[in-house]
């Protein structure tokens, strides 16, 4: 069965440091993979989505890279702040439209001042 | 910007009793979900919805689930009689066609309690 790891379920960081995900992925071949941002007792929100034939993805002080002989897909957040503790999930996908997302457990990241 | 809702924020019941979850998705999306999260747990995915049926669901929606579309606003998910353990957050999402499937944006949630 398909299977999603989240390198740890917690991740503790300073201020203005980089932070990186790793989300690994079993048993399937998705087309794309998507990442989102989970705050306590909130819905998720989308951030970013790959595509299997991009490598990376950019968007402000996000990367996101895509290594499907890997199977997995790395998160970095840069020069990160107290406001971007949050859990992070990843969902690698099929590309068939409309159907569900898969999470991993997710990670949840603590940027201490 | 347009946003998912969901009403209520917070529904509390009595085991065996039916609740509904209501959900107002995107005006124009095209794809409607449902999602659970049991404190502390991974959201899961119960079922999608497009063009007035069922399109996937998984193995937790069971009968005692069910999702309907009353009208071109409202995405409902109805649990007819509840059990300890559906109580959780209820989290409904919504999706555009073609290439604008691939995103799904959720709503707020619905914490659900059954005693």
């Known amino acids: 069965s398909q299977k999603i790891e989240q390198n740890s379920e917690a991740l503790n960081i300073q201020e203005g440091k980089t932070a990186t995900l790793t989300c690994n992925y079993t048993n399937y071949s998705p087309a794309y993979l998507q990442w989102y941002r989970q705050d306590p007792g909130r819905g998720p929100v989308f951030l970013l989505l790959?595509?299997?034939?991009?490598k990376e993805k950019r968007k402000e002080r996000l990367k996101v890279t895509f290594d499907t002989t890997l199977k997995q897909s790395l998160f970095h957040i840069t020069a990160s702040q107290p406001a971007d503790s949050a859990t992070y999930l990843c969902?690698?996908?099929?590309?068939?439209?409309?159907?569900?997302?898969?999470f991993g457990k997710g990670t949840t990241l603590s940027v201490s001042s | 910007e347009p946003e998912v809702t969901q009403t209520p924020s917070h529904q509390v019941t009595q085991m065996g009793q039916e609740v509904i979850l209501r959900c107002v998705p995107i005006s124009n999306h095209l794809y409607f979900y449902w999602y659970r999260q049991i404190l502390g747990q991974k959201v899961e995915f119960l079922v999608s919805?497009?063009?007035?049926?069922?399109?996937?669901k998984s193995e937790i929606f069971d009968d005692q689930f069910s999702v309907e579309r009353p009208d071109g606003s409202n995405f409902t998910l109805k649990i007819r009689s509840t059990k300890l353990e559906d109580s959780a957050m209820y989290f409904c999402?919504?999706?555009?066609?073609?290439?604008?499937?691939?995103?799904?944006?959720f709503g707020p949630g619905t914490r659900l309690t059954v005693l």
């Open positions: 790959i595509r299997e034939n991009e």
């Open positions: 919805f497009y063009n007035n049926e069922i399109s996937e």
């Open positions: 969902a690698p996908r099929a590309n068939q439209a409309g159907t569900a997302l898969i």
């Open positions: 999402a919504s999706s555009g066609g073609g290439s604008k499937a691939d995103t799904q944006y």
